[in-house]
């Protein structure tokens, strides 16, 4: 059998349901039915391949001229390479919705060298359905060039300046409508690319989302156009913004006043005080913002302005500074605070937990191995809100895993819990202690197990959570181990799970309606 993409394979099973829903006259129930999909786009491949092979070894008057044509009553055989006849029909013979729904199983690559197959592959290819969820990243470069000259729209796209010759070319002809642009600036003299591709990708429409991160020292904020033509942006929702080390102006900058239009922000700067730029974000958009984050070495929360902004739900700040007056904020009910290396939370931290009215999530960060989150976790059951708190994520060390374990009970609303533990060990007991009545609303449990995670989801311990939670959902935090001598890893099955599927929201029940879109019933018994 030919093997199929990974991503192919492992949702192939789900194209019978999505073909029937769309009334399709053919559907995929079988194993054979799967193995004469993953046959046909392999002589998909092959025939553009032995065409693309004959026409750089033919004499230019004799390479050939047309595209390779399949006839769409042409299905493979599973034993053979050789076509043969079928009454029923192939997957040319689909109507579009359902053959879009099958080409949707494919990876940018596949579908570009599916389009010289036929004329039909060539349009439906670039369907904007199949390109407005595809991401470009920066390393990816022959894919970038092509999906912009190609491609209708995408999903994200990343790019670093200077680029090549044949990037900007690309960019500077495209008519592909990027929804979110990240541009990374690794010196000075990429500024005039990457304003003028950011000023092309707002003029298509459909520029949402801009991330910008400068590795350079820039001279100064106003010297900066980059800067400049980011404010500038009309229709952005979401921006960041990262500098390699401070900013160097110390004046507020004279630039006209923009319209309020984004809902979240992300600041990553080298100073340890709000510089000008940040002051201007924050005033300029204070009307809608409703997500702001701060990273990096800022110590000085911008409090005055914070105060200002009606929308706000969602803080993550790395200083406690302050951290008492955000009672004001009327919208917000998700924090993320930080504690560093002395592993002390301040006075005004902890009052602002016990008197918090509002919050839904809560996430306490820091190293993990100075992490005190005993004082900040009473505290926070102490408060209005610990009867309505859904999400908990915590660091912490790991002699307070005792506490930790503790903690479901207090919130009995909770429907996440995300754990960071350092050298964690066994989660047995923890895991044998969450149940519908420590827990009732829990439905998603994450986190970091020590030693081998695919050792783990085939232990007893997860296997018992999830059969007495039927309506839970486990992620693993932690990669998959490079080399691993466990039996399951020495056995080889499950080899998808040393890939991103190791990510996915494994349950003991199928998947409904009311579950993630990655969620997936963990038999491991079934060796699918």
Request: glycine share 4%; net charge neutral; with cysteine.
């Amino acid at each position: 059998m030919v093997e199929a993409h990974p991503r192919t394979h492992s949702n192939l099973r789900f194209v019978s349901l999505e073909l029937v829903n769309n009334n399709a006259q053919f559907c995929t129930r079988t194993n054979r039915d799967m193995n004469k999909i993953c046959l046909f786009f392999h002589h998909v491949t092959s025939a553009v391949e032995a065409s693309e092979q004959t026409s750089m070894s033919s004499p230019p008057s004799k390479r050939p001229h047309r595209a390779v044509e399949l006839s769409p009553n042409v299905i493979f055989s599973t034993s053979t390479s050789a076509p043969m006849m079928d009454e029923s029909q192939t997957l040319l013979a689909l109507p579009d919705d359902a053959l879009l729904a099958v080409l949707a199983f494919l990876q940018p690559r596949q579908l570009l060298r599916c389009r010289p197959v036929c004329r039909r592959l060539r349009d439906l290819c670039l369907h904007p359905q199949l390109w407005r969820t595809v991401k470009v990243l920066k390393d990816d470069k022959g894919l970038q060039c092509a999906a912009l000259r190609l491609a209708p729209c995408l999903r994200l796209l990343q790019v670093a300046s200077p680029s090549s010759a044949n990037l900007e070319a690309a960019v500077y002809s495209t008519t592909c409508v990027v929804s979110e642009f990240h541009v990374t600036l690794e010196e000075e003299s990429g500024q005039a690319f990457a304003v003028a591709a950011l000023q092309l990708f707002s003029a298509l429409g459909g520029l949402r989302k801009l991330a910008v991160a400068f590795k350079y020292r820039i001279a100064s904020i106003e010297t900066t156009p980059l800067l400049r033509v980011a404010y500038s942006l009309k229709h952005i929702n979401q921006l960041t913004i990262g500098f390699a080390s401070h900013l160097l102006s110390p004046e507020p900058l004279p630039w006209p006043e923009q319209r309020s239009s984004l809902t979240a922000l992300q600041y990553i700067t080298g100073s340890v005080t709000a510089d000008p730029f940040l002051g201007l974000l924050l005033r300029t958009h204070a009307t809608t913002l409703e997500e702001v984050a701060f990273d990096g070495a800022l110590e000085e929360l911008p409090v005055a302005l914070l105060v200002n902004m009606p929308r706000l739900r969602s803080l993550d700040c790395r200083s406690q500074d302050g951290v008492s007056q955000l009672q004001a904020l009327p919208s917000l009910e998700s924090i993320s605070l930080y504690v560093h290396d002395d592993g002390a939370w301040s006075p005004g931290v902890l009052d602002y937990l016990r008197q918090a009215p509002k919050l839904r999530s809560v996430t306490f960060e820091g190293p993990q191995a100075h992490i005190d989150i005993v004082a900040p976790l009473r505290a926070l059951a102490e408060s209005p809100c610990a009867n309505t708190l859904q999400s908990l994520s915590l660091h912490c060390k790991l002699d307070m895993f005792e506490l930790v374990a503790s903690t479901p009970p207090q919130f009995p609303s909770l429907q996440t819990l995300e754990l960071h533990i350092k050298d964690a060990g066994p989660f047995d007991t923890f895991l044998r202690a969450v149940s519908s009545s420590t827990a009732p609303c829990l439905t998603e449990l994450r986190l970091a197990p020590g030693g081998c995670p695919h050792a783990f989801l085939h232990g007893p311990a997860l296997l018992d959570l999830l059969a007495r939670n039927p309506r839970l959902h486990f992620r693993i935090l932690s990669a998959a181990l490079r080399s691993c001598a466990c039996q399951w890893c020495a056995w080889g099955c499950h080899v998808e799970l040393r890939g991103t599927a190791l990510r996915r929201a494994f349950a003991g029940h199928a998947r409904t309606t009311d579950c993630p879109k990655d969620c997936f019933r963990w038999r491991p018994w079934l060796l699918e």
